[in-house]
Nanobody
Framework: QVQLVESGGGLVQAGGSLRLSCGAS????????MGWFRQAPGKEREFVGA????????YYADSVKGRFTISRDNAKNMVYLQMNSLKPEDTAVYYC??????????????????WGQGTQVTVSS
């Protein structure tokens, strides 16, 4: 059974930075891709970014491109989301997600079978 646990959320002022971490447990866990999604109050969950594990290729939503960076640590099965120049509209619960089988598309909620419980990010103006 794969479990994902996010950490690193918190309260930050606009313009500040946070780094989210997501750790995966499970003896046989071999991610094909890991993604970050977020859900603001009253809104649907949306794609933030994703990384293909073997190649390190990254993909970002337009709203975070140039401000957020995804990275990974293969040995630790960790994925990170560095968030800079944060804006109040980035306030949301951020979720880590993983898939273990190959796929062309990795930008959609339905592309992922494993999810963390989320970590709150609040950006004050």
């Amino acid at each position: 059974q794969v479990q994902l646990v996010e950490s690193g959320g918190g309260l930050v002022q606009a313009g500040g930075s946070l780094r989210l971490s997501c750790g995966a447990s499970g003896r046989t866990f071999r991610p094909y891709a890991m993604g970050w999604f977020r859900q603001a109050p009253g809104k649907e969950r949306e794609f933030v970014g994703a990384i293909r594990w073997s190649t390190g290729s990254t993909y970002y939503a337009d709203s975070v491109k140039g401000r957020f960076t995804i990275s990974r640590d293969n040995a630790k099965n960790m994925v990170y989301l560095q968030m800079n120049s944060l804006k109040p509209e980035d306030t949301a619960v951020y979720y880590c997600a993983a898939r273990t089988t190959p796929a062309v598309l990795i930008l959609r909620i339905r592309d992922y079978g494993y999810w963390g419980q989320g970590t709150q990010v609040t950006v004050s103006s």
